[in-house]
């Protein structure tokens, strides 16, 4: 069987980033490489599951929401996936900036956090999210370079 794309990039040159894992069409995959792989720093469920929270939801109630397809974590905890449609990739990127200066910002309550709306809703927590959300804005803020080098 062939090997996808995502298992021929090189896990070991791989640095904190977003970076073009696919294009299929108008439909545009992210990594948000918020941790470099293989390098024991990996996300904690809380972190992971807070963060991923307040992005969704900022994403998907975002001025590009109808464009939002989908976004979730990696299972190897270094970071998450970005799926969007009919956006260039600096409309993408910009958008991204923009969450994690939201989250940033953000006070009150994480997104999704009682026992109706989450089915694992104490482990979520604020200040994960926001740590997170600095983490990654500092390493692609001013990010021009998407390719992964292999």
Not at 141 to 149: I, L, P, V, W
Request: proline share 2%; glycine share 6%.
């Amino acid at each position: 069987m062939k090997q996808i794309k995502s298992f021929q990039v090189n896990h070991d040159l791989i640095v904190p980033g977003t970076y073009v894992s696919r294009i299929d069409g108008d439909i545009l995959t992210l990594d948000m490489r918020t941790r470099k792989p293989n390098n024991d720093d990996y996300m904690d469920n809380l972190t992971m599951h807070s963060f991923e929270h307040m992005f969704a939801t900022l994403a998907r109630f975002s001025d590009k929401s109808n464009k939002v397809i989908y976004f979730g974590p990696m299972g190897c905890q270094t970071g998450f996936y970005l799926l969007v449609r009919d956006m260039s990739l600096e409309e993408a990127h910009a958008l991204i900036v923009q969450i994690l200066n939201e989250i940033i910002a953000y006070e009150g309550a994480v997104f999704g956090s009682t026992r109706i709306e989450c089915g694992n809703y104490k482990n979520l927590d604020l200040k994960s999210a926001k740590d997170e959300a600095k983490r990654f804005l500092a390493a692609t803020e001013n990010q021009t370079d998407f390719n992964y080098r292999s």
